[in-house]
């Protein structure tokens, strides 16, 4: 999905991806950097695609279970 939750909400757009890890479905979403403290919580895996002059890195982080409730702690927190 390329920038496919750009004009929702926050709670529809973790409705969205609950709806689609129930259904077994593994996404592929695309989004500026800006967008990815919004449902960070919800990936396994995050690519992050940077350019370097001329050329391009691709920087994988993995999320483990604990990793995942630590963001959704500092997202609910005020």
């Known amino acids: 999905m390329d920038e496919a939750f750009e004009k929702l909400d926050p709670d529809n757009i973790y ?18 950097k800006t967008h990815q403290a919004l449902y960070q919580e919800t990936f396994d895996t995050l690519i ?8 391009i890195q691709a920087i994988p982080q993995h ?7 630590l963001l ?4 609910v927190s005020p």
């Open 15 to 32: 409705k969205i991806i609950r709806f689609c890890h129930q259904l077994g479905l593994q996404l592929i979403m695309a989004a500026p």
């Open 48 to 55: 992050s695609i940077i350019r370097v002059g001329r050329g």
């Open 63 to 69: 999320f483990h279970q604990e990793a995942h409730v």
């Open 72 to 75: 959704l702690k500092k997202l």
